[in-house]
C-alpha cells in the first residue's frame, strides 16, 4: 500500500513539474513570435537609419563622420537600396569636401562595379570622367571614359562628343578633334552646343589651313545664331581675316556691323587702324 502511494506521489510529482512548464514555453513561444519580426524589422530598416544619419551629420558639416557613415551602411548593407546612394555620396564628399580625386573616383569606379545596372551608375561615370579629365589632365584615358558614357542608352550624348573633341585639342591632335565635331553635328543637328560646335570647328579648320572652309562655318553660325557671343566672335574673326588678306574696305565694313561686341575698346581700336590703313593706301595711290 505504502509503495503504492509513493509511486502516486511521484506521478503527480512529474506532472505538476510539467505542467509548470507550460507557461513557460507559452511565453517563450509568444516572445519569439514578437522578438523575431522586430528583429527582422530593425535589419531592413537599418540601412535608411544609418542613411538618414549621415545625411544629418553632413547637413551639419560633420563630414568625416558623415561619411563614416556612408561606408558603413555600404559595407554592412550592400544590398540594401540605400547602398549605392550612400557610396556615391561618399565619393562626392571625396571630391568636393575632402578634395582626395584618386579616393573619389576609386569611390565611383566601385558603385560601377558592383550595381552595373542602377541609375546612379550614369552620375558616376560623368563624375569619373569629369575627374580624369580636369583634375587629373589624362586627356588619353578620359577619352576612354566619355566613349563609356556614350554606350550609355541615357546621357547627353552632345556633351560626351564635344568632351571628347576638346580632349583631342588638347593633346594637341586637331584633324581628330574636328572630326569629333563633325560627329556632333551630324548626331544632335539640335543640340543646344551648335554655337560653339560650329565656332571651334572653324577654328580648328583655320590651324589645318582650310581657310575657305573655316570661313564657311563662321558664316553658318552668324547666320543661324545671330545672337550667340560666339557670332560676334566669329564676325571679328571673319573681319580680320578680310583685314590680313588686305581686302581693307570690306574688313571695316564688316568690323563696323559688330554691334554689341563684347570688347568695344578693342573694336573700336580696330576700326580707327583701318581707316588709317585705309587713307595712307589712298595716298600711296
Known amino acids: 500500500m505504502k509503495k503504492q ?7 503527480t510529482a512529474k506532472k505538476n513539474k510539467s505542467r509548470r512548464w507550460i507557461p513557460l514555453l507559452l511565453f517563450l513561444l509568444l516572445l519569439a513570435t514578437v522578438a523575431v519580426p522586430v528583429y527582422q524589422h530593425r535589419e531592413l530598416t537599418a540601412p535608411q537609419r544609418l542613411f538618414d544619419a549621415a545625411v544629418a551629420q553632413e547637413s551639419l558639416g560633420e563630414i568625416v563622420g558623415a561619411q563614416r557613415v556612408y561606408q558603413r551602411l555600404y559595407r554592412d548593407y550592400p544590398d540594401s ?9 561618399s565619393a562626392k564628399i571625396w571630391q568636393y569636401d575632402r578634395q582626395q580625386d584618386q579616393q573619389a573616383l576609386l569611390s565611383y569606379l566601385q558603385l560601377e562595379h558592383d550595381y552595373p545596372a542602377h541609375p546612379l551608375v550614369l552620375v558616376a561615370q560623368e563624375a569619373a570622367a569629369h575627374i580624369v579629365k580636369y583634375s587629373l589632365r589624362d586627356y588619353s584615358r578620359a577619352i576612354s571614359y566619355y566613349q563609356r558614357l556614350l554606350e550609355q542608352p541615357t546621357g547627353e550624348r552632345d556633351k560626351y562628343l564635344y568632351e571628347i573633341a576638346d580632349c583631342y585639342f588638347r593633346l594637341d591632335n586637331y584633324s581628330q578633334a574636328r572630326i569629333e565635331l563633325e560627329s556632333l553635328l551630324e548626331e544632335q543637328p539640335q543640340s543646344e552646343l551648335l554655337p560653339d560646335v560650329l565656332y571651334r570647328k572653324g577654328g580648328l579648320l583655320l590651324l589645318e589651313n582650310r581657310i575657305k572652309e573655316a570661313r564657311a562655318d563662321w558664316q553658318r553660325l552668324i547666320d543661324q545664331f545671330p545672337g550667340s557671343s560666339y557670332s560676334l566672335q566669329a564676325g571679328f574673326n571673319l573681319a580680320k581675316m578680310l583685314e590680313e588678306e588686305d581686302h581693307l574696305q570690306e574688313a571695316l565694313k564688316a568690323y563696323q556691323q559688330l554691334e554689341n561686341y563684347p570688347r568695344p575698346a578693342l573694336l573700336e581700336e580696330k576700326i580707327e587702324h583701318l581707316k588709317q590703313r585705309i587713307i595712307k593706301k589712298r595716298k600711296a595711290i
Do not use: V
Open 81 to 89: 537600396e540605400m547602398a549605392p546612394q550612400a557610396l556615391l555620396r
Open 5 to 11: 502511494l509513493k509511486q502516486e506521489q511521484r506521478q
